[in-house]
């Protein structure tokens, strides 16, 4: 098992979906877990107790907000050593139909958001010698996706920024990932999509569809296994991992599968 003892951590989004699993797994392994979210769950609290999980509201978009998480998680074991970031949201919009409203909700949530996090957190994981940022970014970082332009530009934007922040922070000893899940169940972005569709069923099977091993499989992606590969990013044995962006989508993001 990771041995992540001593190890301070901050997720955001992490009150639901891959956030959630993700914190779950960091203090399972030993890591002190800070979640950051714009509404807490009350059906984590039970849990998130048991493992020393503190929730703090949090706004992603607004520097201020980033920046007293960052502080909050710092300051529970005198320094940061893993920070994932993880909160998003979904546009699924043409772009003669995106409003300006649109525009800024989407990319503030999912490409500035991570820069406020890395901007507030670097200075701490360089005093303490080192770390590790992971941000979730989409096989729409890996492509670009007909259906939803916008948010494959943002998480697009995204992958940019982890190789530059990994290039730029090298001597500093601290290591920049991103993961590329998609389609993964159990998420406030899935069950929205699922939520809106005029047959829920067959939009589910479609998402699979998408994905050859997930259609080999019959399922989705669970957000544990998204979590799993999230661990070994921040884990010493990714000590020389970095500037990578892992596809964890079943293969959606190679090309056109085979038919059948």
């Known amino acids: 098992m990771t041995d992540l003892s001593g190890r301070v951590a901050v997720v955001t989004g992490g009150a639901s979906g891959i956030g959630r699993a993700t914190a779950v797994l ?13 509404r807490e769950h009350a059906e984590d609290a039970a849990l ?11 706004d992603v978009r607004r520097a201020a907000d980033v920046a007293r998480l960052v502080e909050a998680a710092s300051d529970r074991g005198g320094g940061l050593h893993i920070v994932v970031s993880n909160a998003g949201v979904g546009l699924v ?3 003669p139909d995106v409003t300006e409203e649109d ?18 957190a670097i200075p701490r994981l360089r005093a303490a010698g080192g770390g590790s940022i992971v941000v979730t970014a989409s096989n729409a970082g890996l492509l670009p996706r007909a259906h939803d332009p916008v948010y494959s530009t943002s998480k697009m934007a995204v992958v940019a920024l982890v190789r530059s922040l990994a ?7 601290i290591r920049v990932n991103a993961v590329c899940p998609g389609p993964v169940g159990d998420t406030g972005m899935m ?17 699979i569809d998408a994905s050859p091993l997930a259609r080999a499989y019959g399922r989705m992606i669970t957000p544990e296994e998204v979590a799993q590969a999230i661990l070994y990013l921040v ?16 293969g959606k993001s190679l090309g056109v599968p085979p038919a059948g």
Do not use: Y
């Open 26 to 38: 960091l203090a399972r392994s030993g890591a002190v877990v800070t979640v950051g979210d714009i």
């Open 48 to 58: 998130f107790a048991e493992l020393a999980i503190r929730q703090q509201q949090c």
């Open 93 to 95: 919009k043409q772009i």
């Open 103 to 120: 525009w800024d909700a989407c990319v503030d949530t999912n490409f500035k958001a991570t820069f406020l996090l890395a901007k507030h």
């Open 167 to 173: 290039l730029c922070h090298a001597r500093d000893k």
């Open 191 to 207: 069950n929205a999509d699922l939520a809106a569709a005029a047959d829920p069923a067959v939009a589910a099977q479609r998402f």
């Open 235 to 250: 884990s010493d044995a990714a000590a020389m991992v970095t500037g990578t962006a892992i596809a964890i989508d079943g």
